[in-house]
Every structure is written in C-alpha cells, then in structure tokens.
C-alpha cells in the first residue's frame, strides 16, 4: 500500500521496496515518477514511469544532503505535470522519508518539525537515521539564509 504524503494539490506516495515492484499497484495508483532512494534495490516495471535513483545505503554517515535539491525539484516537476510519484528505499523508514521531508521543506516552505509531521502522518514507520535527521537541519538552516539573502533582491530590507 502506497503512503500517501497529505500536502494539498501534492500527489506524492512513501513506500517500500517491495510496494514498488507491484507494477499492478502502481499503474493502478498512476504514478508517473519514481524517486529509488538504494543503492540495489529494483526499479518498478512501468514502462509509462520515469526514475531516479539516489544511490545511498541507510548509514548515518551517508550524504543524503547532496541529493536533496535534486530530488525535490524532480518530484515538484512531476507533481506539477499532473503526474504522481513514488519515493521509496529498501524498507520506507529512513531514506526515502528524509527525501520527502526535504521536499516539504523545499517547495511547500514547511519547517523540518512540521514537514516531519505530515511524512509521519502518512507513514508512521518513518524515522530517518541520526545522520539523516542531522542532514535535515542543515537543511532547514541552509533554506533559511537563502529565504533571507532573497529579501534584499526584492526590494526588503531587515530593520
């Protein structure tokens, strides 16, 4: 079963490996795009489906971070397509939910605690390892100063 991710227009699902290579299930739910967070995992069978593989093992001491600008522009160019995506690693719980709390954070401007909370929401296993989470809030951090250094860019000043 797909975990769909609840954001308002976003048609984004949290999965596991083995619900991605139900080809049946996914032409059936209609995705389009799919994000394989592995280094071995399998792609689905869909020959209408795109995909990305970003290819990291569950290890704190992976850079997840480097992905995430990527990744997150990818899924918000297929959600706004009109098409629906899969971001999934071997168990649904680390890899692919720090991937899709990067993309709350990005293109929903949602801070880490609530993008977290809507990943959660739809998948309740999710719990990105310690050096994913760490990732995360460099992220937020590193998302905050660019919101920042755009103001002056249009026409605002901080007091």
Known sequence: ???PVPVPLLTVGLGN???????????????????????????PGLLQARAMRVPVFD?????????FEQCSDAIEEA????????????NGRSRSAAIC?????????????DAFEVVKAARPVAEP??????????????????K????PSKGLSSL
């Not at 994000?35 to 792609?43: E, G, I």
């Not at 959600?79 to 071997?90: A, E, I, Q």
């Open 59 to 67: 290890d704190p001491a992976e850079d997840l971070y480097h992905y």
């Open 101 to 113: 709390t990067a993309y709350l954070m990005r293109h929903r401007n949602l801070p880490l605690k």
């Open 17 to 43: 490996a083995r619900t991605a290579c139900n080809a049946e299930l996914l032409a059936r739910e209609g995705v389009t795009f799919c994000v394989n967070v592995t280094r071995q995992q399998p792609f």
């Open 129 to 146: 390892n310690a050096g994913f989470w760490s990732q995360l809030q460099r992220y937020e951090e590193d998302l905050k100063i660019a």
């Open 1 to 3: 079963m797909l975990s």
């Open 148 to 151: 920042q250094s755009d103001l």
């Open 79 to 90: 959600v706004r397509s009109g098409g629906k995506c899969l971001v999934y690693c071997k």
